[in-house]
Structures are given as structure tokens and as C-alpha cells.
């Protein structure tokens, strides 16, 4: 609420500032960032902290239960696949594969689709409609079946992956910003920025971008989940990271054959999927609520 | 025979940063076939009491009262639920922004139907609908409605902000209520709509001896319209009386004020000067004066002034300020 | 409502045009020559291909090309299968009516469970029973599709045998094939075993609709909690209170039809949502429909087929978002007004 400044010792915080403590209040959110910034760390510094190569295949340790099972070996703490390698060493780089490049398909899409969606905001008449009608025939198409569909001109393989996901989120980086700047643009405060004689990327840049920021990321977070499932079940379809590399859903997948006898091989990458897209989720609603605390008060 | 007797209500507001009296110790009476005008600023808390008198008031906030009295019955001994049905059977309200009050997807017409109560309707089975539906035919001609066919089959927002006040007034008149509760009913509309809408209060209290509690912050409307007057400052009672007498003896300070304040006060003033008003503004309610609540901004405050006034009543004219402007009269 | 329906008539025109010109264009992305990939005969004998170029008009130019592409469409010709080389039109009428079964009952879950927990969880906003069923949508919206597949296959069919895992009926039934939908062709058909038949069937559809309609329900709870607040908080309900209804003849006349009329578009864009899922789980179940078809095909490169499958989805999740618009037209006296394209 904005008023004059009467009492000395009164501070204002910024409207940042304000989201931030009011997202730190939720005790749910800051687990969820905590976890978050765990596989962050993880994902970056998984090389150095592996016990052994995620690669690297021991004959002698075949289908290891996990260490609390009566049949296992705590120096392989959660056990092994069916080729003798050691399942937290796979899992630990699986999160550099499946988070970290979720954490980047989400940047490239977003500066892309940030971009064009800004352009696209400032057009008017025929052409806009024609963009418009188009992007809504994409987003028609559920995101999976157009990944897929990438994969299948692209061919399998991780890269393509990449791509064939950054293409499915581009469009709604699209429908995003540029609805949230048409919003913005009929609003009186650009409107007044517009009659000093200031042009439309000005007004981009200092009016509306600060004020639309909130809402570009609350689709981060919503497409950072998305994307994580994606990796996952293009792993899992075999036609993303394709086998010897330790992406959780391709894990998943590998260990089907031997369900029944090694379940571990199977819940263990799930949940580890779980827990990312878990962790994303809660960062993002703890985004949306902290935004709906500071609007009511 | 008072209908409404209200002693010391107050309303807490509680918080994370603790509570908040957003009411404090507001008096209130009302006579049959009286017009009362409730006045105050936004912000000062008249809204909130009279979703508290009506009881819509959620969880959050909690009333307290010496007094509650309607038709001299205890309302305060009895649960909510028996409070809520009488209070629901005599007392009506009408709200600010008529349109937004209506349901939007249904038609007026049904939602006049579902005003209608139950027992006002004799007769079999078959024909409680027929009758219903001339209950409410009956009820949009009482609020000057002539052409109710159109009027049935209508959606809210395809009609004016004026008949849908005259369509809420309908709603309130199905049950026959003793008060009628207005809460700033002609804040959103022009001026000619105005004086429809008061002119159709006014006749419904001399024809149906209804009461009416009209809050508003328009203090020029409210003379012309009521009876008696209650003012009210940032959630605390200031003054109360006869119309005649708040307008040409005010005791208070605040209400001087508000009176000065007015355009047809200041005709006298030169041209280009500036109206007469209290400095700075009504407090928030994070941080709210103790005692008198006016005291920041009073001309004639004094150290006195941090504890709370008793009400002093003359002859029927009640105010609560140490040191009033009785002996300039 | 005309101008509603000649707009929604005229978008609905527009995009197919799109979808069309996309899965043309995709018989020049993918590798292989560009006639095979139209026509999907791998073997053809030269003859054959002069045929066929005749048919499909490559010697011309591209727009012409295109023009006998939509005509062969609409002819019914979708081409032949790479790796079966059966009508594509003949597989994808097998297989379309089983998914359409599976998502619109899984649509049909995930919405009677869905929508009432979110309207119990703003109803009771701040009590307890709120967090309790936002920590079940934040959960349940996390599980990956097909992990939870493979979970509640090895508790449901595996260690209780409640359910089967794989197929849409038992083989031992043989039902003939008259819509194509499995539960119209069982109450049609005159075997002495139709009251089994119909309960074995449903058996079949039990777990794969439920581990679709999860993650949509999840989305569900928290639309239907989001729009039945907006409307408590309206100025409306205050003003049904106090004319008299009791709380829960305001909630049941009142607010949950406005709180529905805020959902149903939204209920038609996870539509698209779900027919993700489906595809994962079909694969998963072994069941037989068209995303488990399209996937089978991407595996063995027939790019005949995908770009047919491809073609007739989006039809299909286009044709439900253009019924949902109506739906909500319908409901909602304000949407009939003025709206330019989105």
C-alpha cells in the first residue's frame, strides 16, 4: 500500500524484496528451494563427486540390492544395474543429464521465446492475427507428440532431445509474453510513457519487462517441470539419451526387463524424477503464492 | 420502541502482526420508520459495521458488544444460527455496486424468484410457482418498474446501474423487512439516478413505516435525505442527532470539518482559494492513534486527548469529544 | 451466437489448413525420398511409381502438389504403412476409437474427482482439509506418467491380481467390430457372453484410465480451488448471503456454476494434456490405440504413418477444443459477445 513515509523507522521494501520474504515464510517453499539448489549443486558437480564412473561396468557386482537389503555392499549405496554399475554414481550424473539440461532447454526457450513474443505484441491488424492464429494451432498440438515428432525428422539422441524440446516450449514462451505485454500496453502508465515521446523498446525495457518478469517466471518454473518429464519420457520411449548414458527415464527403461527381480533398478530413477519435478513444483507455487500474499497485502 | 439497540460494538481483526480494532465502541439506535444516516470516510469502518449487524462478516473478524438488541430481544445470548434466522427475516441490505451483486449467469428474474420466501405463498404445490411469479411482478411494480417481461428475462450486465439497484431494492422488499440497511447505494451512478433512487427510499419508508440506515460518505445527500445522522471516524464513534441539529450545531470538531468542507459552505470564500479541510489524513490500520483517533490531526487537541472520551449525550445530541464546540452555541 | 459460429467455423477452417500444410511439409523433412514417404509403398515397382507420381502430381510444383495431397485426404487416401503396408486410414480407424474410449474416460475421472476435491478445498480455505489436498495435487502432479504406470502394475495386476495389465479385453471374447468402440460393440453384439464381455472390459480400462487421469485431476483440484475462492471472494455471494439462503444453497445454485463456467475452457486445453499421457500409457498397457501405433511406427521409421497419425490427433484434440468453445458459449451468456482471435 502505497502511502507517504511518516514514521521514521517505517521501511518499504521493494516489491521484490517483499516477495522474497513473504516466500521465505512458507516453510513448504524454502524446502522445495533447498532441494532445488541441491540439484543445481549436483548437477554441476557431479563429475567430482561420484564414488565410481557412471560408465564404468563391474562383472562381479551384477544386480546389487541396494545397501539396507541383507544381500548388499555399502560401498555400493544403492546398489547396481544389470551391467555392474553402480546405481548413485548413475543417478547423481543422471541429474546433470535429465535437471541440468531441463535447467538449460528452459533458458534457450525462454530468451527465444521472450523475444518474439515482445515483437509479436507490438504488431497489429492482419499479420498479428495470422501469428496469433498460428500459435495457437502449435499449442494445439500436445507437447509430447511434437517432441516426438522433432526426434523423428531429428533422429534419436540427446542433442536432438534438446532441440525437440526447446521447440515445444518456445511457443509458449510466445503466448505468454505476449499476452502479458498486450495487457500491460493498455494500461495508463505506458500510455503516459508514450505521450513523453518515448519509443515502443523503451517502454519495453523500463515500463513493462520489470512488471511482466513475475509471470515469464511462473512459466519458467511450469516449463522447467514440463521439460524435466519430457527428457524423462523421451529417455524412456528410447528416443532420447540413448544407453550408455545415464539419464533417469533411459534408466528406467533398462530396468524393466528385470523388474520383478531387481525392482530397485526401476523405483530408484523414478523417484529421482519425482523428487526434481516435486522440487521445481514447490519453487513454483511458493513463486505464486508469495505473488498472491503481496497483491493482498 | 427501539428496533435496533447497539452498545460498545466492537470489531478485532486478527493478524499474523496481531489484532486490529477496526471498530471501536460505535452506538447505535434506531426507531421505527426512522432514516438514520451513517457518515464517515472510507475507512472509517461504517461498511464493516453493517456487515456485522447483518452478520456476513467470515471468520476473521470478531464482534464484541455490550449492548445488541433488536426489537428488545438479547441477540447476543443466542447462537448464531438463531441469530442469523432473525436477523435474516427482518433486516435487508443493498450494496454498493448493484451489477456486481447479481449473479451474472442466471436471469433477474430467477434470482427475484429465489428471494421470494417460502411462506408468504399459499396454496397447493402446483400453484406455488404461478404465485411466485406473481410475487415478484408485484414486487418490481413497488420499486417502479413497469415493463417486467423484459426486466424476467434479462442478464445483469445487460441493464443499467439504476435499475439494478431498483432490483436489489425488490430483493430486499421480498422478505418485508423492518430495516433496510443501504450501503452506499448510489456511489457508482450519475446524479439524476441519484435522487430516483432516494426518492424511492424515502417514499418506502413513509408508505411501508421501514426503517432505513443509509451509509454513505456524501454528506449533502444525507441531510437532505434523513432523519438523523451518526458520524463516524476511522472506526470510532464521533457524534450522533438530529439532522437539524448536527448540520446547524455541530459539536465535534470532525463533523465541523466535514461540514466546512462541503462546496455550498464555501461559496463566501474568494475565488482560487483553498477549501477549508482537517491537514494530513485518516490513519491505517497498521498504526492507529490511541484514544482519540482524531487526535494527530485535531485543531484543539490537547495531552487529554490520548484517552479515549466518554460520550456526553444533550437533549438527545451525543458526542464524544473532550473538548467539544457546545459553548460556541 | 451466428458470428460466434461462423468465427468458430472460419478458426477451425484456418487450422486445419495449417495441420495440413505442417504434415505435408514433413514428407520433405523426413530422410527418404519424398514420394515413398507420401505414398508409404517402400517396394513399388517402376510402373507402380509412375503411378503414383501421377497420383500424388510430384513432377509438378509444390502448391499443386499440395492441392493433391488435401485431395487425396479428403478422398480418404492416407497412404499405405511403411512397415505393415495395410491402408493407413484402415489401421488408424482400428486403433482412433480405442484411444477416444481411454481419454474421454479417463477425462470423464479425473473430472469427478478433480473439480469437487478443489471446490471442498476453497470452500474450507485455511482449515486443514485445504493443505491436505493441495499436498495430494502438488504430489500427484509430479509422479512421471509412466513410472506410476509400472507401480500400479506391479501392485493392482501383479501382487493382487485385481486388475489386468495389458490389452483392452481378454482375448477369449470375440466381439464383432461394428463402431469401433469397444463398450457400443459389446452391448451391440448378440454373444450369449455380453455381461461378461462388458465387465472384463471394464477391468481392462480401470488402471490405464485412472494412471492417465491422475496428473489432469491434480490440475483439476487446483483450477476448480483457484476459481471457486474468485468467486466466494465476489460482492455476489455476499449479497446472496444476505437475502436469506442458507450457505449451502448459495454454494449449490450459485457459485459452483460460476466457478464452472471460470474452468470449462480450461478443461478443453487439457485435453491435449491427456492425450499425452494417453500415448505414454498405452504403450505401457499394451493397448491398443493410436498412440501406441505412432510410437511403434517412430521406432521403425514409417513416416508415412506418423504423418497420417500425426494429422488425424491434432484433428481430433482440435475438434474437442472447438466443442469445449461451444460448450462454454453456451453456458456463459457473456462469452457470446465480441471476441477478436486470441
Known amino acids: 500500500m502505497a502511502r507517504d513515509k511518516i514514521y521514521s523507522e517505517e521501511e518499504f521494501p521493494s516489491p521484490l524484496q517483499q516477495l522474497w520474504s513473504s516466500f521465505r515464510q512458507t516453510n513448504v517453499a524454502m524446502l522445495g528451494f533447498y532441494g532445488y539448489l541441491f540439484l543445481t549443486a549436483l548437477a554441476i558437480l557431479s563429475p567430482v563427486f561420484t564414488p565410481y564412473n557412471s560408465m564404468e561396468s563391474n562383472l562381479d557386482v551384477l544386480l546389487l540390492p541396494p545397501a539396507w537389503d541383507s544381500h548388499g555392499d555399502v560401498s555400493y549405496l544403492l546398489g547396481t544395474d544389470s551391467l555392474g554399475r553402480d546405481m548413485l554414481s548413475r543417478l547423481m550424473h543422471g541429474a546433470s543429464l535429465t535437471f541440468g539440461l531441463s535447467f538449460i532447454v528452459v533458458i534457450i526457450s525462454l530468451g527465444v521465446g521472450v523475444l518474439f513474443g515482445s515483437v509479436s505484441a507490438l504488431t497489429h491488424g492482419v499479420k498479428s492475427s495470422i501469428f496469433n492464429h498460428f500459435l495457437d494451432v502449435i499449442l494445439s498440438i500436445p507437447t509430447l507428440l511434437l517432441a516426438i515428432i522433432i526426434v523423428a525428422i531429428l533422429g534419436p539422441g540427446l542433442s536432438n532431445t534438446l532441440w525437440a524440446i526447446v521447440m515445444t516450449l518456445i511457443p509458449q514462451f510466445i503466448h505468454v509474453t505476449h499476452n502479458a505485454v498486450k495487457e500491460e500496453f493498455s494500461k495508463d502508465y505506458v500510455l503516459a510513457s508514450r505521450l513523453d515521446g518515448a519509443s515502443s523498446w523503451r517502454i519495453l525495457q523500463y515500463s513493462v519487462f520489470p512488471n511482466i518478469v513475475e509471470k515469464i ?12 518429464l519430457d527428457i524423462a519420457a523421451l529417455g524412456f520411449l ?24 531387481a525392482p530397485w533398478t526401476v523405483y530408484l530413477p523414478g523417484l529421482a524424477i519425482l523428487f526434481a519435478v516435486l522440487t521445481t513444483n514447490l519453487v513454483g507455487e511458493g513463486l505464486r503464492h508469495a505473488v498472491k500474499m503481496r497483491k493482498e497485502n | 420502541m427501539n428496533l435496533l439497540d447497539i452498545r460498545n460494538l466492537s470489531i478485532e481483526l486478527k493478524t499474523k502482526q496481531g489484532s486490529i480494532l477496526a471498530v471501536d465502541r460505535v452506538s447505535l439506535t434506531m426507531k421505527e420508520g426512522e432514516v438514520r444516516g451513517l457518515v464517515g470516510e472510507s475507512g472509517s469502518g461504517k461498511s464493516i459495521l453493517a456487515q456485522a449487524i447483518t452478520g456476513i462478516l467470515d471468520d476473521r473478524w470478531e464482534v464484541h458488544a455490550d449492548r445488541f438488541h433488536w426489537k428488545n430481544q438479547d441477540l447476543l445470548r443466542l447462537s448464531p444460527q438463531e441469530r442469523k434466522s432473525i436477523i435474516a427475516k427482518d433486516i435487508a441490505m443493498i450494496f454498493q455496486e448493484p451489477i456486481a451483486c447479481l449473479d451474472p449467469t442466471t436471469t433477474v428474474g430467477e434470482q427475484l424468484e429465489e428471494a421470494v420466501p417460502n411462506d408468504q405463498l399459499t396454496g397447493y404445490f402446483w400453484q406455488k410457482n404461478k404465485q411466485r411469479k406473481l410475487a415478484v411482478i408485484n414486487l418490481l411494480h413497488k420499486v417502479g418498474i413497469k415493463n417486467h417481461d423484459k426486466c424476467y428475462r434479462s442478464f445483469p450486465h445487460q441493464l443499467t446501474e439504476a435499475f439494478c439497484q431498483r432490483v436489489m431494492i425488490a430483493i430486499a422488499l421480498a422478505r418485508q423487512p423492518l430495516l433496510l440497511i443501504a450501503d452506499e447505494p448510489t456511489a457508482a451512478m450519475e446524479s439524476t439516478n441519484q435522487g430516483q433512487i432516494f426518492r424511492l427510499l424515502a417514499s418506502l419508508n413513509q408508505l411501508k413505516n421501514m426503517s432505513i440506515l443509509l451509509i454513505s460518505h456524501d454528506l449533502e445527500n444525507v441531510t437532505h435525505w434523513t432523519n438523523t445522522i451518526t458520524v463516524m471516524y476511522s472506526g470510532q464513534f464521533v457524534e450522533a442527532g438530529t439532522t437539524e441539529q448536527i448540520f446547524n450545531s455541530p459539536y465535534h470538531p470532525y463533523t465541523k470539518a466535514l461540514l466546512d468542507s462541503s462546496p455550498k459552505a464555501n461559496i463566501e470564500l474568494p475565488p482560487k482559494s483553498r477549501l477549508t479541510t482537517l491537514p494530513g489524513s485518516i490513519p491505517v490500520l497498521q498504526h492507529l492513534p490511541i484514544g482519540c483517533r482524531l487526535g494527530p490531526r485535531c485543531p484543539r487537541a490537547q495531552q487529554i486527548c490520548v484517552k479515549a472520551p466518554k460520550t456526553t449525550n444533550y437533549h438527545g445530541h451525543q458526542v464524544n469529544c473532550h473538548y467539544s464546540l457546545k459553548e460556541n452555541y | 451466437m451466428l458470428m460466434f459460429t461462423l468465427r468458430r467455423l472460419s478458426l477451425f477452417f484456418f487450422t486445419m489448413l495449417l495441420l495440413s500444410i505442417l504434415s505435408f511439409s514433413l514428407s520433405y523433412f523426413f530422410p527418404g525420398d519424398v514420394l515413398v514417404n507420401l505414398s508409404g509403398e517402400v517396394n513399388a515397382s517402376p510402373e507402380r511409381l509412375v503411378l503414383l507420381a501421377d497420383q500424388y502430381k510430384t513432377n509438378g510444383s509444390i502448391i499443386n502438389q499440395y492441392i493433391h495431397y488435401v485431395t487425396n485426404i479428403l478422398q480418404g487416401n492416407l497412404g499405405v504403412s511403411m512397415s505393415s503396408q495395410l491402408p493407413n486410414s484402415d489401421e488408424i480407424a482400428n486403433f482412433l476409437p480405442a484411444t477416444i474410449e481411454l481419454s474421454i474416460t479417463a477425462l470423464v475421472i479425473s473430472m469427478f474427482i478433480g473439480i469437487p476435491l478443489g471446490f471442498i478445498a476453497a470452500i474450507f480455505h485455511r482449515r486443514k482439509i485445504d493443505d491436505i489436498i493441495l499436498s495430494f495435487a502438488i504430489i500427484g502432479y509430479s509422479i512421471p506418467v509412466f513410472w506410476l504406470g509400472l507401480f500400479v502394475i506391479l501392485i493392482f495386476s501383479i501382487q493382487l491380481a485385481w486388475f489386468p495389465s495389458a490389452g483392452n479385453i481378454s482375448l477369449l471374447f470375440e466381439i464383432k467390430q461394428l463402431t469401433g468402440f469397444l463398450f457400443v460393440d459389446i452391448l451391440f453384439s448378440d454373444s450369449p457372453y455380453k455381461w461378461q464381455a462388458f465387465t472384463n472390459a471394464f477391468s481392462h480400462i480401470v488402471l490405464p484410465a485412472s494412471v492417465i487421469a491422475l496428473a489432469p485431476a491434480t490440475v483439476f483440484i487446483r483450477l476448480a480451488r483457484t476459481a471457486m475462492m474468485e468467486v466466494l471472494d465476489t460482492n455476489f455471494i455476499q449479497a446472496a448471503k444476505t437475502k436469506g439462503l442458507t450457505f449451502t444453497q448459495v454454494i449449490y445454485r450459485h457459485a459452483i456454476r460460476n466457478a464452472l463456467i471460470k474452468m470449462v475452457l480450461h478443461i478443453g486445453l ?63 451468456p457473456l462469452a457470446r459477445e465480441n471476441k477478436h482471435g486470441t
Open chain 1, 217 to 228: 517466471i511462473n512459466q519458467a518454473t511450469l516449463a522447467q517441470s514440463a521439460a524435466i
Open chain 1, 238 to 261: 528410447r528416443l532420447g539419451a540413448q544407453s550408455p548414458l545415464s539419464e533417469w527415464g533411459a534408466m528406467l527403461f533398462s530396468g524393466l526387463d528385470l523388474f520383478y527381480i
Open chain 3, 270 to 332: 487439457q485435453f491435449a494434456n491427456l492425450i499425452t499421457f494417453a500415448m505414454i500409457t498405452e504403450v505401457i498397457f499394451s493397448w491398443p490405440g493410436i498412440g501406441r501405433w505412432l510410437i511403434v511406427s517412430i521406432y521403425q521409421r514409417d513416416y508415412t504413418a506418423i504423418q497420417s497419425g500425426l494429422l488425424v490427433l491434432s484433428s481430433f484434440i482440435f475438434i474437442v477444443h472447438i466443442i469445449t468453445d461451444f460448450i462454454y458459449a453456451a453456458l456463459n
